[in-house]
């Protein structure tokens, strides 16, 4: 169903006739909404403690109206719908805060539980007009694992406290007795509770830039301007980028390879997309039934809401050009685009109450490249190639002198390839968010960072290569254990009209000089002083032919290191004249990219999705083998 489509526990915007706004006050209404959203995530930069929020940017910051619409498009956010459901506007007060995690009753809004959220109301003469909100990615909720994220949960009580919308300030004075509860139940106490008041006060600030726009302007003026910006949005999809798609029923797969409790197999995310004039319907029926371990993604709340803002800006890639989508902010109008129709209750993105999330991740990120597979079937593959680009490593101990360290990081991969160009390298899905400096976690915790560099043919090959991933290593300096949460260990990031997949994601650990794999999901694996874990991310999917890949830029790739030069020959067909100094030898690299075209079985897929996937099919997996 549409979010709009019926009643819900909150107010809903009513249906109102288009009204004609000052231009340039738009402008300055539109302008003010970015630089507050801006001002509000420097603030929290500056001022919170972790090395997840401070140094890997892992929070984002969303400006909603009083109908929970989400204003600002500069990055995704959770919602406050949950709040005003628990929390009726008239009873609110300025200087209330709000604060939840539960991911079962936050309407959508929380994927896991190290994601507490804070929300405060905008008021203006005396009403909520607005609501600001901040979620971080924290350290550490509690739970059976150092991080919350235990990757072999089967429910959610193992992983750490569970928040529903409760007030955490009431007319500006905290309730002691939360704070003492939430501090109670993590790791890092005082790290969690400068967090939460580095971004409380950054969206108590950003409430009182909201409230100056009202009084500068006024309620009437300032609400159409807003209607006006979702509708800009709203209006952009239906002109210039659902006309790309034709009319007609599509249908694609596409799958998490583990779950961290059963055997390694293939947990199926289905997608039918109906187009139809301008509108799109999203059918996820098909999809599998929710897992045994943590992978499950509560997504079939307030109709989708969030999962439609989450999906959507993959359309942006259908812009005439690449300037034209980066200009594409996508707010609430783009619910009104899109029809969301969930399965039942107990699949991967419908779970039932308490099946365990914190690696929802997995199922979050896989609705990207869903909706990117479909919609390639329907464009003629003109849509990227996959990418994977998140997963969470860490260590945990006691240090030298006796004192307890956590050390939490996410790390990014390569994008995929597109019809313009390749595929960037290291990048992170969470916006502005990097891997955590070596000279950071070299001062904070017993560990060296011996290497970081882009993972050597991670790319999956394309006329244009998918982005590189990282190759990190870290020297452990006392006897401690790993954290990993991850996917595609076995099932690359798939390529696009021709393209091939990327690698996919791998981290070992030394074991007497012999590195052995530890898979995607590591409660702590021991570690000793001394040994080194690789950690190297996914190559984003290639898109277009690689034979078809112009040779100087194969070149380029192996000068820069990005390439072998056995993967320029065997996968790119070009051939060096001089393997140490490379030069390109015209006459073999022809014919021998004419013989590995005519050994070809055919046309190539739409989409490739590696040789792990057909090792899944056929059951040539096995469980990871942990030590005792």
């Known amino acids: 169903m549409n979010v709009h489509a019926k009643q819900w526990p909150w107010p809903t915007a009513p249906d ?23 001002e509000i995530e420097y603030a929290i930069e500056r001022t919170a403690r972790s090395p997840m929020i401070r140094e890997a940017h892992d929070y984002r910051v969303g400006l909603f109206d009083r109908y929970c619409r989400k204003l600002t498009g500069r990055s995704y956010s959770a919602m406050p719908n949950a709040v005003v459901r628990d929390f009726p506007p008239e009873t609110m007060q300025p200087g209330d805060v709000f604060l939840m995690n539960d991911t079962y009753l936050t309407e959508g809004s929380i994927g896991h539980l190290p994601d507490l959220c804070s929300t405060v109301p905008v008021f203006h003469q005396g009403e909520v007009v607005a609501y600001i909100q901040a979620f971080g990615h924290h350290d550490d909720i509690g739970g059976r694992v150092p991080g919350s ?18 007030k955490l300030y009431s007319a500006g004075v905290r309730n002691e007795g939360i704070f003492t509860i939430v501090k109670r139940n993590t790791r890092v106490p005082d790290m969690l509770a400068a967090d939460l008041d580095s971004e409380v006060q950054a969206c108590l600030m950003g409430a009182r830039r909201m409230a100056e726009l009202f009084e500068r302007f006024g309620r009437d003026t300032v609400e ?55 509108r799109i319907t999203l059918d996820f029926n098909g999809t599998d039934p929710q897992s045994s371990g943590p992978i499950n993604w509560p997504a079939d709340y307030a109709g989708g809401a969030f999962l439609i803002k989450w999906i959507a800006p993959i ?19 783009v619910c009104e685009v899109f029809d969301i129709i969930f399965p039942p209750k107990g699949t991967l993105i419908t779970p039932e109450w308490p099946a365990a999330t914190n690696a929802r991740s997995f199922v979050l990120l896989r609705c990207l490249g869903l ?20 997963r969470y490593t860490g260590f945990y101990g006691t240090d030298k002198n006796g004192r307890a360290f956590l050390s939490r990081e996410v790390l990014g991969g390569g994008s995929g390839g597109r019809y313009y160009a390749d595929g960037n390298d290291a990048i992170h899905i969470v916006p502005d968010s990097r891997n955590q400096p070596a000279e950071f976690t070299e001062t904070r ?29 870290y020297r452990a300096l006392v006897d401690c254990r790993t954290i990993v949460t991850a996917d595609r260990v076995r099932l690359g990031c798939y390529g696009v009209n021709g393209g091939k997949a990327g690698l996919p994601f791998c981290v070992s650990i030394d074991l007497e000089g012999k590195p052995r794999d530890l898979g995607g999901l590591v409660d702590g694996e021991p570690v000793l002083a001394g040994q080194i874990v690789r950690v190297l991310t996914t190559g984003g999917g290639g898109w277009g032919d690689p034979l078809q890949r112009e040779p100087d830029l194969v070149l380029r790739d192996v000068i820069e290191g990005k390439v072998s030069p056995a993967a320029a020959r065997d996968d790119y067909g070009v051939v060096f004249a001089d393997a140490n100094e490379p030069t390109i030898d015209a006459p073999a690299t022809k014919a021998l990219r004419t013989k590995l075209a005519s050994e ?23 469980p990871w083998i942990r030590s005792a």
């Open 445 to 473: 915790f017993p560990l060296l960072v011996e290497k970081l560099a882009l993972r050597t043919d991670s790319g999956g090959p394309g006329k244009r290569r998918g982005g590189l991933g990282y190759e990190k290593h």
């Open 149 to 166: 994220m235990p990757g072999t949960a089967v429910t959610v009580f193992e992983e750490g406290l569970a928040i529903p919308p409760v």
């Open 600 to 622: 070809r079985r055919g046309d190539a897929p739409m989409i490739d999705r590696g040789a792990g996937f057909e090792k899944m099919l056929s059951g040539q997996v096995r």
């Open 16 to 38: 109102r006739p288009r009204r004609d706004v000052d231009p340039i006050v738009l402008q300055i209404v539109e302008g003010t909404l970015n630089s507050i959203e801006a």
């Open 224 to 278: 159409a301007c807003f209607q006006a910006i979702l509708d800009k949005c709203r209006d952009i999809f239906r002109r210039e980028l659902l006309p790309k798609i034709a009319d007609g029923e599509y249908s694609w797969v596409d799958y998490v390879e583990h779950d961290g409790v059963t055997d390694p197999k293939l947990h199926k995310l289905a997608i039918t997309m109906r187009k139809q004039a301008d």
């Open 371 to 390: 909706l990117a597979g479909v919609v390639a079937q329907a464009v003629d593959g003109r849509m990227p190639a996959d990418q994977e680009t998140i």
């Open 315 to 333: 359309l942006r890639n259908l812009a005439d050009t690449p300037e034209r989508a980066a200009e594409i902010h996508v707010n609430e109008g």
